[in-house]
């Protein structure tokens, strides 16, 4: 008779969803049994990145914390829909915190990766600044925000996961609600089309 694997057995004996991340599941399922203390722990493990998501894609932080407790908050309520077999769980918080982000209609963007991701192959930057931060921004990263200021929403919305958060495009695909190959087509576009933009910086970089 075959056993399942260590590595593939939760914590209660059951083989483990294919996305299933083993503390972040550990807090769900407490928190499905009711248990306050978990949502604390499963909104402080979350938190910072989502909320630095939203910072990114809105720019104003009152609008980040109002879409930050909102995405929570529905994250929570529907909880028990969250399936471990078709994303991770983080994936899942970014999709909910990126539709919130859609309806504050209120997108503002300051990507400020370097002009050197440009001069060659696409790289993930996950050093993106602080809001605070972004008032010294070198006259190099303001070219680039005034490039990225004239890229379609889609295409913003894009390099701002890809770049800056690091996401597969699998997950964007996923986050976003598009095919994965239509994602990596979006990335592509705006990609180019910030190095046709910033061609002469880019040359003098």
């Known amino acids: 008779m075959s056993s399942i694997s ?39 493990q979350y938190a910072g990145m989502i909320y630095r ?17 909102d995405s929570f908050e529905y994250a929570f309520r529907r909880l028990a829909q969250y399936d471990a077999n078709k994303s ?6 970014y999709q909910i915190a990126v539709s919130r982000c859609h309806n ?16 060659g192959p696409e790289l993930t930057d996950t ?3 602080t809001p605070a931060e972004s008032l010294r921004l070198t006259e190099q990263q303001q070219a680039v925000w005034a490039a990225i200021q004239n890229l379609s929403d889609k295409l913003r919305e ?4 890809r770049y800056y958060e690091g996401f597969s495009y699998v997950e964007i695909g996923q986050i976003v609600g598009i095919p994965t190959k239509t994602a990596e087509s979006r ?13 002469e910086q880019i040359e003098n970089d």
């Open 104 to 119: 504050k209609r209120r997108r503002k963007w300051l990507p400020t990766f370097s002009l050197g991701q440009l001069a």
């Open 6 to 44: 260590d590595s593939s057995v939760t914590p209660w004996g059951i083989e483990a969803p294919t996305y299933a991340d083993e503390q972040s599941q550990s807090l769900i399922q407490r928190c499905l049994a009711g248990e306050e203390t978990a949502y604390v722990a499963l909104y402080n």
């Open 158 to 161: 894009t390099a701002v996961l």
């Open 127 to 129: 050093d993106s600044p």
């Open 187 to 199: 990335m592509r576009l705006a990609h180019n089309a910030l190095r046709e933009a910033l061609a």
């Open 88 to 93: 991770a769980f983080k994936t899942w918080l």
């Open 53 to 69: 998501l939203c910072v990114s894609l809105l720019q104003n932080r009152e609008d980040a914390e109002e879409v930050l407790q």
